[in-house]
Every structure is written in C-alpha cells, then in structure tokens.
C-alpha cells in the first residue's frame, strides 16, 4: 500500500508562486510515474503535470512556461514549482501514484489547496 503526503498550498495573489510536494511511501521500489492533478469547484480533475523516474516530464497545456516538476534523485518525493499564478489555477491539487500491481487502484493523496486572488 502506497500513502501519499502532499503539502505547500496556499493563498496566494495573481502572479505569485507556490511549491508543492509530494511524498509517497510504503514501497521499496522507486515509483515509475508520478503526477499531479487539479480539481476546481464544479469542474472535473485535470491532469496537471507527471514526471518519469528518468525525469522526464509532462505538462497540460495551461500550465506550460508556468509550473515545473521535479523529483528528488532516487526517491518517491516530488515538487511542483507554480509561477505565474492565475485566478484560474485555483483548485484542490492532487498527488497521484498509479498502481504498482495489477490488482491495485490509483493512489492519490489528501488534496491541498490552492487559492490565487486577483
């Protein structure tokens, strides 16, 4: 069983920056994949931005130029650098481990809170 702790949210004003992150544990093994998802009021969850174990990263069009992922050398723990913020990146964000084993569900943290005021 994977248990994932996410902190670094906040209130920020447009234009501010935030970092999240990330700590997975409860596994031996260095996690492949490791993503971050959003989740406005009345909207559905939006991938955000993953990164490889060889730090290969992904991000949503909206985010691009904005945020950057990044990931501890040989460990579960990652961080999501958020410059730039809008209005609009308000949202409940997620940290997300898909599942190591066949016969496992997606792994996904407590949420934070992003707040950005105009």
């Given amino acids: 069983q994977v248990q994932i702790v996410e902190s670094g949210g906040g209130l920020v004003q447009a234009g501010g920056s935030l970092r999240l992150s990330c700590t997975a544990s409860g596994?031996?093994?260095?996690?492949?994949?490791?993503?971050?998802?959003?989740?406005?009021?009345?909207?559905?969850?939006?991938?955000?931005?993953?990164?490889?174990?060889?730090?290969?990263?992904?991000?949503?069009d909206s985010v691009k130029g904005r945020f950057t992922i990044s990931r501890d050398p040989g460990k579960n723990t990652v961080h999501l650098q958020m410059n730039s913020l809008r209005p609009e990146d308000t949202a409940v964000?997620?940290?997300?481990?898909?599942?190591?084993?066949?016969?496992?569900?997606?792994?996904?943290?407590?949420?934070t809170q992003v707040i950005v005021s105009t």
Wanted: net charge positive; aromatic share 16%.
């Fill in 93 to 111: 964000y997620y940290c997300h481990v898909p599942p190591l084993r066949w016969d496992e569900s997606d792994y996904w943290g407590q949420g």
């Fill in 27 to 60: 596994t031996t093994f260095t996690i492949n994949t490791i993503g971050w998802y959003r989740q406005a009021p009345g909207k559905r969850r939006e991938l955000v931005a993953t990164i490889n174990n060889n730090s290969g990263a992904g991000y949503a």
